[in-house]
């Protein structure tokens, strides 16, 4: 009887998943395994946990809708809290699996991680069979081996578009054997986790939950019933409401849809119903978080780094007293403050208002931007490391900007952006009402 161990990370999916379609065609019985590790949940040295309230509901909202689609199968998903490289290759051991099968990961963090365990498994002749499975683009198809992707995300687009396809989704797995010989052990709760759990506020964008169903539910309302997406180059820059953009980030990072999958149903949407600039834009947008994906793999742990990727290096201050400010919506700059609260609030912040936010942490307070991508970092519900960081080492001048960097003229986005106040008002009631008098 052969057995193996599909190990999910951000890939909470049935469907267009290539570690579990593979292992399930390879084995007799499949143990699907999540691992909470307490290392997304330590505490930074500014004092916050790296994974927030809003970000960790959403995970377990996720692995919950994993759980519960995996059960509908016959199977199950095996929970534990621990260190994967530990964890995995007694668990291999213990049911007798002869391979795992998982996603490989492009940041430096996760594939130590992946090569530990590895390492362990090969002296116990347990294969591991690694798929890249996040991007758009495979890392076998792009024309450049890693090392010379272009730094410039036109030149990379340019070429990328012209002699790349993107590949066919994998089967949807429906029918699984069940497993009784181990215990499938319980979801934990935030609290558990050391986490304190927050409830979105009621003014976000979106009710916002985790899982693959809510995933293509949310397709199936941007693209096919409220047909949105035929107009989303022209109101992606939008801040108020559900409609302005797809808000497939949170589930896209957390992989409970692949990108391929929102491509191919984008190509439906073009043949079916529209094919225009707006939903190439779409498909553009999607292009830079592939190419932040790849430069991350490229770049490894430099992306982290206050100089970044070109080890050009500017002053920045440590003010703690105006960072908190920042952090909680208190700068006095209404537009500043409006995106900070909802961030703080929801887990939640429009591409818009990172921007600005982003900007003014740095180039008008001052402060070190590797703080600000950490906030980030505990906060967004989309949180996806090379997307988070190298957006905001693009800002600051030292990630793949040709320009060196970004600075908003906040004042003059406000007036573009929010020109009546509404957004301002819509978080910050007394604020907008003391500005205007
Ligand atoms: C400082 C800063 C930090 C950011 N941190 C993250 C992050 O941690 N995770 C994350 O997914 N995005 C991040 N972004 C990118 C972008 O803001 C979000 O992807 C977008 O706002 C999500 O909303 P949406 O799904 O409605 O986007 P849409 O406008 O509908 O775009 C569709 C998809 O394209 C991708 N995308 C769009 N813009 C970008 C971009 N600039 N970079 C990379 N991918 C993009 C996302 O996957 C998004 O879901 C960051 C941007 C900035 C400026």
């Not at 929801?346 to 307070?365: C, E, F, K, V």
């Not at 960097?405 to 906040?410: A, E, K, L, T, Y």
Request: aromatic share 14%; glycine share 6%; hydrophobic share 35%.
């Amino acid at each position: 009887m052969k057995k193996s161990v599909v190990w999910f990370r951000n890939d909470l999916r049935l469907r267009d998943n290539e570690a579990l379609y593979k292992a399930a065609k390879a084995s007799d019985i499949v143990y699907p395994v999540y691992i909470f590790d307490p290392r997304m949940f330590r505490l930074t040295e500014l004092g916050f946990p790296k994974t927030g309230g809003h970000r960790l509901k959403f995970l377990l909202e996720a692995v919950e809708d994993l759980r519960n689609s995996l059960q509908a199968c016959g199977s199950n998903l095996v929970i534990r809290v621990g260190l994967p490289e530990l964890i995995l290759p007694e668990l291999a051991a213990r049911v007798g699996a002869t391979a795992l099968y998982c996603s490989k990961e492009s940041l430096s963090e996760e594939q130590k991680v992946e090569i530990a365990l590895e390492e362990k498994l090969n002296q116990m002749k347990v294969r591991m069979d690694s798929f890249w499975q996040h991007t758009l683009y495979h890392e076998e198809d792009v024309p450049w081996p890693i090392r010379q992707v272009p730094e410039v995300f036109t030149s990379f687009r340019k070429e990328a578009e012209k002699t790349v396809q993107v590949r066919a989704e994998f089967p949807t797995i429906t029918e699984l054997q069940p497993f009784t010989d181990i215990d499938a052990g319980k979801i934990p709760s935030c609290n558990d986790l050391g986490i304190r759990e927050e409830e979105s506020d009621p003014r976000g964008v979106l009710h916002f939950r985790g899982g693959e169903k809510e995933a293509w539910q949310r397709i199936s309302y941007y693209f096919w019933e409220e047909d949105l997406l035929k107009n989303y180059k022209f109101t992606r820059n939008q801040l108020l409401g559900g409609d302005y953009s797809s808000k497939l980030s949170p589930w896209l990072s957390l992989g409970c849809i692949s990108a391929k999958s929102v491509f191919h149903e984008l190509k439906r949407y073009e043949q079916e119903r529209k094919k225009n600039i707006s939903t190439y834009w779409l498909f553009f947008e999607l292009l830079w978080r592939d190419f932040f994906r790849f430069m991350a793999k490229k770049h490894g742990a430099k992306i982290f780094m206050i100089n970044g990727l070109n080890e050009y290096s500017s002053e920045f201050s440590e003010n703690h007293g105006l960072f908190e400010k920042w952090k909680n919506g208190e700068t006095g700059e209404p537009f500043i403050d409006a995106n900070m609260k909802e961030l703080l609030l929801t887990g939640y912040m429009s591409n818009r208002g990172r921007q600005n936010a982003a900007s003014y942490l740095m180039h008008d307070l001052g402060i070190k931007w590797t703080w600000g991508a950490s906030w980030f970092e505990n906060r967004l519900i989309d949180y996806d490391a090379s997307s988070n960081w190298l957006n905001w080492a693009y800002i600051a001048g030292v990630g793949n900007d040709p320009r060196n960097g970004r600075q908003f003229n906040i004042e003059s986005q406000t007036a573009r952006y929010d020109p009546r106040g509404e957004y301002i008002s819509h978080w910050l009631a007394d604020a907008a009402i003391s500005k205007s008098l």
